[in-house]
């Protein structure tokens, strides 16, 4: 997977409590997580700012919420979304959600984001929770993006069943999440000889990407985003062999053509601020309405954690997308 440098720690310390033990030895094992990094010295204690950051743990340890149903929309485990249902009248205001894990299974499904997704049905919105196969259960080049698309495309044929209005839809991605819901906007622009291009794929209306890492050919020759290198091989080693990344980073497909807003913690040390910069700079240069912002005390996992000042920013965002 190359997780790497500062980032490998954060990732483990912020692991949930579920995939702890895969971390550990995902963490022991030298071919796996030193194979694409440089030595690094012993890392310091850390700092209490450092400290004052939240984990997975102090998300998970939290009372679980429950989804309203689960729809599958393939046979296999992980290809499944769960649907959050507000109390208030249908046709609903529907949100697209997308949980991030490096695009690793192993490290994150769908039921990470369960906190986030109530949080936003308590204010009325319906959210369609997506889940797909990560690189290490057959996902990758063309399965995890299939997955993705099929998920997001399920949405209007149940949309009659949920009540959910499929008019305007909000897609809400997380870390790597953040790079599969700008992907899904963006599908249009695929090649006309992609394996990922659809006819008729569900319209995305705005992006809300919450430390997402969407430019991936960046995110590959950027070894300390905790994600590491070759996890990004290994997501699009299946690609196009003259250009793996024309079809699978969304900075290939600009101008997406749906307004972004970028929402970055300025202390997320699993994913660096400067890949958000760098794609939101590229983004206005083909003409995208894309917005950069920033919030300060915020690691990774502050971004989608209710009663975090990260979460009311993204909270504010989706309400103001849907007003537009």
């Not at 995305?204 to 990004?232: F, M």
């Not at 590229?282 to 502050?302: I, N, Q, S, W, Y």
């Not at 000042?309 to 997308?321: F, M, N, P, V």
Request: charged share 20%; proline share 7%; aromatic share 6%.
């Amino acid at each position: 997977m190359g997780i790497c440098g500062a980032g490998a720690q954060e990732i483990a310390d912020a692991t949930p409590p579920r995939y702890a033990r895969f971390m550990r030895i995902f963490l022991a094992a030298p071919a796996l997580a030193l194979a694409a990094c440089t030595p690094a010295p012993s890392p310091a204690p850390p700092s209490a700012e450092a400290a004052a950051l939240m984990t997975w743990g102090d998300l998970t340890a939290r009372p679980r919420p429950k989804a309203d149903a689960t729809i599958a929309y393939g046979a296999g485990e992980y290809q499944k979304v769960d649907v959050w249902l507000p109390r208030t009248p249908a046709p609903h205001k529907t949100v697209l959600m997308v949980h991030g894990g490096c695009w690793t299974t192993g490290i994150a499904d769908r039921t990470l984001m369960d906190w986030a997704a109530a949080d936003l049905r308590d204010a009325g919105y319906a959210v369609w929770n997506i889940d797909y196969r990560g690189i290490d259960v057959g996902g990758g080049y063309p399965g995890t993006f299939a997955d993705a698309g099929a998920a997001a495309d399920a949405l209007r044929v149940h949309a009659e069943r949920f009540g959910l209005d499929t008019r305007k839809v909000v897609a809400v991605g997380h870390s790597a999440g953040g790079h599969l819901a700008l992907w899904l906007a963006a599908r249009s622009k695929l090649p006309a000889d992609s394996r990922l291009r659809t006819a008729d794929p569900l319209p995305i209306a705005h992006v809300v990407s919450l430390g997402g890492l969407p430019d991936l050919e960046r995110t590959a020759n950027t070894p300390d985003n905790g994600c590491g290198v070759k996890v990004v091989a290994d997501l699009v080693k299946g690609a196009n062999p003259v250009d793996r990344y024309r079809d699978t980073s969304v900075a290939r497909l600009l101008p997406v053509g749906v307004p972004q807003d970028h929402v970055a913690g300025v202390q997320d040390r699993i994913i660096p601020i400067d890949l958000k910069t760098d794609f939101v700079a590229k983004a206005k240069a083909a003409g995208d309405d894309a917005t950069l912002h920033r919030v300060d005390r915020t690691g990774h996992v502050e971004l989608v954690s209710p009663d975090t000042a990260a979460w009311d920013k993204s909270r504010e965002l989706i309400a103001k997308a849907f007003a537009e």
